[in-house]
């Protein structure tokens, strides 16, 4: 959470196809045609990364259908589809998805489990979110997959979390702010430069983001209290 994040490492033929990919749909003026041709050809790589990386590809399928047996569908299935079309930061060479980047995908579907209102799942985020970096730094796993999964992880579950149970406006406002802003400027970016590019977050912008997540999970713990606290004490009868 407050560690440095690693940079989106892609190999020298991933970084080529990901240059020639942007160029190509800048070169078409961003027209339908052109993002047709964006979709296709970036669907192709997937089922080639996928076919080179078949076990990653597996562990991925299996987490997220045992995911959707517990929670929304729509929600599993956006993470399905994100995760498996990016087997490819992996590397080429093939290998497990390991425990870190599967810490990081069962975070970013905490929202889509059943009792995800409940205010453990701010907790569960954090400690989630702490885990998964220590693991992939103390076993020298960090992967171009696990900081992509990883930042998106993080603005998928606060964004909603800030949305759906802050109930203080301001709070919720500046939250957004904070973690869209940023994302929108970069997606603004990576298409406008028409190559890959990966911007990495300033510290002070890492530690304003950790100090949100705690704010907003301690908020979330501390209505929690109270409303047991009333429970408590509401005369029966």
Known sequence: MLGPRPPIVRSASTQAFVDSLLGDLAAGAYSPAAWFRFAWRSWRRSLEAARRQRRAALEVHLLHLALLTLGTPRWVIGSWLLAW??????????????????LTLLRANLPALRGSHRAWVASAALGSDLADGWIARAGSRETGFGAYADALADLTFWTWFAYRHEPSRLLRGLALSLWLTPAAALIVWYFGAARAIDVPRPQVTRLASAGFQLLLAARAWARWARSRRQATFEPSG
Not at 85 to 102: E, F, I, K, M, Y
């Open 85 to 102: 079309s990016h087997v490819g930061l992996l590397g080429d060479q093939p290998r497990s998805l390991g425990v870190a980047n599967l």
